[in-house]
């Protein structure tokens, strides 16, 4: 894929986003643009399905709202709340630390700076970026396994880390996308793009790829399924 292809697309893949039915979508519905509900399902969808973790955010912000009401919540009725994702017991005392740590230094407020981000506890570039766009606004790329794996495939960058692939993605996309980019593309690589078998026959913009490392596609089908 060439630089000037990606604007295109990018606006395909939006227009196929809703058909999909992602897990992703349904997890980002219970977040979108609350930057404390984003870090919470970032920091629990780690080692965890995104059908899981959607399930548990639905339950678990029934009960909480803001970083104080974590504070005040007993350790074992939270691990109660966040089972099953994976390593709930320890993901349950990050969250009593980071949400103290939240009001204690920011006063509650979830920051909205990259450096603040990266200062709490258990977060990275990734969950830091998807905050700054999923939370704020702000422009920021978050990249995840799928967005790392997607880009490389369509033989738009060649790198070996997700901050390499941050930087490079940074140089070459329009800033205006940086923020659908993560939504985007991990709801196509859990539809689509998928790690092992790619779905090449059903993919919108298989024109445009260069399927670098792709060694075997899904057979075609007559009504493949997206």
């Not at 702000?138 to 738009?156: E, S």
Request: charged content about 25%.
């Amino acid at each position: 894929m060439r630089k000037t292809d990606v604007p295109q697309a990018l606006d395909i893949l939006r227009e196929h986003y809703e058909r999909w039915k992602a897990p992703a979508k349904t997890l980002a519905g219970h977040h979108r643009n609350d930057p404390f509900r984003v870090l919470v399902c970032a920091l629990l969808s780690t080692r965890t399905r995104d059908e899981t973790t959607s399930r548990v955010c639905r339950r678990l912000f029934e009960r909480i709202k803001r970083p104080e009401d974590v504070v005040n919540l007993p350790l074992n009725e939270l691990r109660e709340l966040i089972y099953p994702v994976g390593f709930y017991r320890s993901k349950a005392k990050q969250l009593k630390a980071l949400s103290a740590l939240l009001v204690e230094r920011f006063g509650g407020k979830v920051p909205d700076s990259l450096e603040d981000l990266l200062s709490l506890p258990g977060v990275g570039r990734k969950v830091a970026n998807l905050v700054l766009s999923e939370g704020y606004g702000i422009p920021a790329i978050c990249v995840d396994t799928h967005v790392h794996r997607i880009t490389n495939r369509w033989c738009l960058v060649k790198t070996e880390t997700p901050l390499q692939t941050e930087k490079a993605l940074m140089e070459l996309i329009p800033q205006e996308y940086w923020g659908l980019l993560n939504r985007l593309l991990v709801a196509f690589g859990q539809r689509i793009c998928t790690p092992l078998k790619p779905k090449c026959h059903a993919c919108p913009i298989e024109r445009l790829c260069g399927k670098c490392g792709v060694s075997s596609a899904v057979p075609l089908s007559r009504n493949p399924r997206v």
